[in-house]
């Protein structure tokens, strides 16, 4: 039971890391802190924060807009991810990239791109030269259900098929591509099922509970750097905020399922089932939620101490500088 307390906690304090730098971030965001847009994770951290419970450095992680939870559950610290998206120099990316384009290879953040579909591409690339390498290491893509009906998808997917390649791409299906709804854009809304085309294994979860993430992605992870092969996890979930800070809803989803999304929060849905297995209770949750709320605002300090880049560094880290 301790370890399964251990667990708990865990991917606990992930999440509420998530959820708590998000919130900071859409504050600072309506404060003029945040440069450009800004699309928060908020709703959606049970995703992350299962999947990346399993992996270690040298796995590869490539992801989308949506990817400051990616970046933080992945190992940025969260002084760099709100420093980046304030454009100063303690960002991971040196405040170059702004919101969508968080990198720090250090960790096996690869990189969050704003245009849909090619980190698929990418995680497929990472898992082929492991494979080449024999390193052992395993790519993951997370990408939206807008980009399951990208080309990049279906190349991605058959070409980690044909060769067996230790990839795991992580579907996060929050019905909407900004405001199409999935239901419009597909015939079948079961991404999941998509899979059987390629001959691997699809596994469709409640994207909302932690402990369900955690046990699909280890198994396909697992099964990934045993040389099986790749696998498609799509996690049905939803993001509680608009699509990007600064807009509103216009309609497009009912106010009424707004709400009952909400009322299964990932971080509430795992506390309830923590409490009623009789792992722990609130006293645990609420210390670790405090902790956690210190350090966001630590590291927002630091974040907004950080100087902006200077003028004369502006061609820096654009190429490779070739040492003599």
């Not at 965001?29 to 450009?36: E, I, R, S």
């Not at 933080?72 to 990316?93: D, F, H, N, Q, T």
């Not at 953040?109 to 030269?129: D, E, K, R, W």
Request: hydrophobic fraction near 40%; charge should be negative.
């Amino acid at each position: 039971m301790e370890a399964e307390l251990d667990l708990v906690l865990r991917l606990y304090r992930t999440m509420a890391a998530i959820r708590l730098t998000e919130e900071r971030l859409a504050q600072s965001h309506q404060a003029g802190l945040v440069h450009g847009a800004c699309h928060t994770y908020v709703g959606e951290e049970a995703v992350a924060t299962g999947v990346c419970a399993h992996l270690t450095m040298r796995d590869s992680v490539f992801s989308t807009h949506r990817g400051h939870g990616h970046a933080l559950a992945k190992g940025v610290p969260m002084a760099e991810v709100m420093a980046e998206l304030y454009g100063r120099e303690l960002g991971c990316s040196q405040g170059r990239g702004g919101s969508m384009h968080l990198f720090k290879p250090e960790v096996g953040l690869m990189g969050t791109s704003g245009i849909v579909g090619p980190c698929i591409l990418q995680a497929t690339g990472a898992g082929y030269s492991s494979k080449l390498m024999k390193t052992g290491a395993v790519g993951v893509a997370f990408f939206g259900d807008g980009a399951s009906n990208n080309g990049a998808f279906h190349e991605g997917l058959n070409l980690a098929a044909i060769y067996k390649l230790p990839v795991l791409f992580v579907c996060e299906n929050n019905m909407y591509a900004t405001e199409v709804p999935m239901s419009y854009a597909a015939g079948n809304t079961d991404v999941y099922m998509r899979a059987a085309g390629y001959n691997i294994p699809g596994i469709k979860v409640d994207g909302n509970n932690v402990l369900a993430v955690y046990e699909a992605a280890g198994t396909a992870i697992k099964r990934a750097r045993a040389g099986e092969g790749p696998t498609l996890l799509e996690c049905k979930t939803y993001r509680t905020r608009v699509h990007a800070e600064g807009m509103k809803e216009s309609g497009y989803r009912p106010m009424e399922e707004i709400a009952a999304w909400k009322a299964r929060d990932p971080l509430k849905l795992l506390r309830e089932q923590a409490m009623r297995d009789e792992i722990c209770g609130d006293p645990e949750f609420d210390e670790v939620h405090s902790s956690v709320a210190g350090q966001v605002a630590a590291a927002h300090k630091q974040a907004v101490e950080s100087p902006y880049p200077e003028g004369r560094d502006a061609l820096s880290h654009v190429y490779y500088e070739v040492q003599a």
